[in-house]
């Protein structure tokens, strides 16, 4: 079955620290996509970021960057220079199937994190 | 692009009354959408899925008769809580999946705060 966990529940740092959020999933599929969603405060889950299981090239999109490894199913995400508006709930999520199929998403626990100033 | 609406953002009934929540895709075809509930401080759970012109998909535990879920077009999906009850207070968040790019990828709506009383 497919799982996704993130240990960490909330995470605090001072504004322009970098940190850098888990993400470790199981999944029996050799076809399978992870992805980042960012809630902020009004609710809206907003799309950082999608990846397939054959592209392990690692991301970087400003001060966002992504780290997949296949060898230890993981998917995190590190933000460089945090910011107080990075503030938010971080879901990383999986999803298997083949593309244009009806892919459900399992949502790990969510990583709030909070940029002091 | 791939912006998803949901009407209204909030809203608050009484016990036994039925509440309609739309949900729009309006900047892309959406093949299918999605419903999911989540309860304060905790991960998006999945009720439905449904695709444009057939039945809803509910997950094990979710209400067929009390969870309307009507996909009458590309661009709109509607549910409907029927009877709610103070139990049924939560935010329901809908996402699409379509034509936006990148492909299978679900766009999430800003969320409905449901008020039972």
């Known amino acids: 079955a497919q799982k996704v966990t993130q240990a960490q529940t909330e995470i605090s740092v001072v504004e322009k620290e970098d940190v850098t959020l888990d993400c470790v999933y199981e999944?029996?599929?050799?076809?399978?996509?992870l992805f980042w969603y960012k809630q902020p405060p009004s609710g809206e889950l907003v799309f950082l970021i999608r990846r397939n299981s054959f592209d392990e090239q690692n991301e970087i999109s400003g001060r966002y960057s992504w780290n997949f490894q296949k060898s230890t199913s993981s998917f995190n995400f590190t933000i460089t220079a945090s910011q107080v508006v990075d503030s938010a709930v971080y879901f990383c999520a999986l999803s298997e199937g083949p593309s244009g199929g009806a892919q459900k998403l399992v949502f790990g626990q969510g990583t709030r994190l909070t940029i002091n100033p | 692009g791939a912006v998803v609406s949901q009407h209204p953002s909030w809203v608050i009934c009484k016990s036994g009354t039925s509440v309609k929540i739309e949900c729009r895709s309006l900047?892309?075809?959406?093949?299918?959408m999605f419903w999911y509930r989540q309860f304060p401080k905790q991960s998006l759970m999945l009720m439905a899925t449904?695709?444009?012109?057939?039945?809803?998909?509910?997950e094990q535990g979710v209400e067929k008769d009390k969870f309307l879920i009507n996909h009458a077009s590309l661009t709109l999906s509607t549910l409907t809580v029927t009877s709610a009850h103070p139990e049924d207070s939560s935010f329901y968040i809908c996402?699409?999946?379509?034509?936006?790019?990148?492909?299978?990828?679900?766009?999430f709506g800003p969320g409905t705060r449901l008020t039972v009383l």
């Open positions: 999944t029996r599929d050799t076809t399978y996509y």
């Open positions: 996402s699409a999946k379509g034509q936006a790019s990148p492909t299978d990828t679900q766009y």
């Open positions: 449904s695709n444009e012109g057939s039945k809803a998909t509910y």
């Open positions: 900047d892309f075809q959406a093949t299918t």
